[in-house]
């Protein structure tokens, strides 16, 4: 259908180009010559209107080769959710089956399933929506309700059609807003030693009788007060302060509970902190570079207390021996931040480009503690 409406619309268009050129050759009087150019605009315009409806006829065409009833394209009114299942029943009227090589959501909060899949002839086939309704917050307070509006695109592998999209719509209401919308500690946990703690404000938009909080592994403490005079909850939320060394991205579930016991769907807070060692080391790490082999390389690092607790013991051993030793060349000094200098000469012991570690241990203030240190260098054989 395609190529036979390109064919029309290409032989019209030549032979309407063939007549301008002799009517405008031709040696007419004035207003004859401005009558061909008004036929020739006029007969621009009809071509336009051709085009535009072979585009419309083409376009139905792709959209009856794969129908979705309208009721699946309206989710109605829904409270926040952020794992909002949506199923869209695609049929096919057609006498032969539809390959859908692709489908993809506008929107990066739209998981899809499957991703691709085969319609049969005068069957159906069901595409799963998952779908994050959180708002677009932009730094801003979250309104009570907001819409909610993706396009789902099916690429189709049809000599009549290319894709096919339809547009997904409803309406999405908010039990509370929470502000702030994630929690992003900017201080670290040290471990063992210092927690720091963030309030999130619960401010609800419908009457609640509880809000259940849970979530955040083994390394959140959380606890909710309320305060009667606004109506408002008040969310404390702490890492613990025995959670191993690393960084973690992880949330908390707020459960919001109406009068009457009904229980609506849980929201997320996104919680982000870095737990690290009372024990700090600076570099972290030491790049030696080129070396060669049995040549030292002499480096000075410090280590402090992050909480300014005293520091004594102080050793340095090398993860492999087999790959490089290190000895404390000196008298270790003192440095404005409660810490010490510690010169070290390294030894490097296998050839080519190696990444090993060193450790570093103390006793800061009652309790050992030991840090990694990364340590990277290339040799090459040199002369002796």
Known sequence: MKRVGLRKTYVARTRLEATMKRALSQKAAPGRRGFVVFAGFAAILFLIGLAAGWKKESTNTEQALLQVPPESLQFGEVWLQHDFRWRIPVSNPSDSSVQISRIFASCGCVSVEPQSLSVPAKGSADI????????????????DRWPFIIAVTAEIDHPQANQCIWQISGSVRNPFDI?????????????????????????????????????????????????????????????????????????????????????????RLPVKFIAECDLEVIPAMLALGGLETNREAAETIVARSRTGRPLSAI??????RTSLE?????????????????????????????LTALS?????????????????????????
């Open 128 to 143: 799963l929506l998952t779908m994050d309704l959180g708002p677009q917050r932009n730094g801003l307070p979250a309104p």
């Open 179 to 267: 502000w702030p919308s994630h929690l992003d500690f900017s201080d670290p946990v040290v471990v063992g030693i210092r927690s720091p703690t963030q309030i999130v404000e619960i401010r609800p938009n419908i009457e609640l009788s509880d809000v259940v909080v849970k979530g955040g592994g083994d390394w959140i403490d959380s606890s909710v007060e309320s305060l009667p005079s606004t109506g408002m909850r008040r969310l404390i939320v702490s890492p613990r302060m025995d959670v191993p060394v690393g960084y973690y991205d992880t949330h908390i579930v707020i459960e919001p509970i109406r009068v009457g016991g009904e229980r609506l769907p849980p929201v």
């Open 326 to 354: 290190v000895t404390i060349s000196d008298r270790l000094g003192q440095v404005d931040s409660g810490g010490f200098s510690i010169p070290l000469v390294l030894h490097p012991k296998k050839t080519g480009v190696q």
């Open 315 to 320: 050793a340095v051993a090398p993860a492999d």
């Open 360 to 384: 570093l241990s103390a006793i800061c203030g009652s309790e050992t503690l030991a840090v990694p240190i990364t340590v990277s260098y290339s040799t090459s054989t040199g002369a002796r």
